[in-house]
């Protein structure tokens, strides 16, 4: 039997719910919502959506690189935006994150995120090999 890994990403705050960063199981990490956080800034918030973009991405990144994967095993990454508007701006950051790499996508438009963000960013991933 395949054992279940729940982890929690170092840099990063720790989660205030009951779940983790990600989970690991069977060469696949499946990471928790993440949100545009400052790590070690609570309560300090990117201003623009470009910006909390590519602050979301960035704490992707750090825990797919706990999990031991990186953005180009990406498989599938679920949007959620506060508004549909925000939509050109998000998706030129997330074209510069992802480059050539691209993931399976939906994009979901919310009427309003934890704490107050724009984006939240869900994302399934291939452990590296």
């Given amino acids: 039997m395949r054992t279940l890994e729940c982890l929690?990403?170092?840099?990063?705050d720790k989660p205030a719910g009951h779940y983790s960063h990600a989970v690991v199981h069977g060469g696949i990490a499946f990471l928790a919502g993440q949100l545009p956080h400052?790590?070690?800034e609570p309560g300090r918030k990117p201003g623009s959506i470009e910006e909390q973009?590519?602050?979301v991405l960035a704490n992707v990144d750090r825990v797919l690189s706990a999990c031991g994967s990186r953005r180009d095993?990406?498989?599938r990454c679920t949007v959620y935006i506060s508004d549909i508007a925000h939509w050109p701006?998000?998706?030129?950051?997330?074209?510069?994150?992802?480059g050539e790499h691209r993931p399976a996508r939906s994009?979901?438009?919310?009427?309003?995120?934890?704490?107050?963000y724009a984006i939240e960013v869900e994302v399934t991933a291939a452990m590296d090999e």
């Fill in 38 to 40: 400052v790590p070690g």
């Fill in 107 to 116: 994009v979901v438009p919310v009427n309003e995120l934890h704490h107050g």
């Fill in 53 to 55: 973009t590519r602050q």
């Fill in 8 to 12: 929690n990403a170092p840099g990063l």
């Fill in 73 to 75: 095993r990406v498989l």
């Fill in 89 to 98: 701006a998000v998706n030129k950051v997330y074209g510069e994150f992802f």
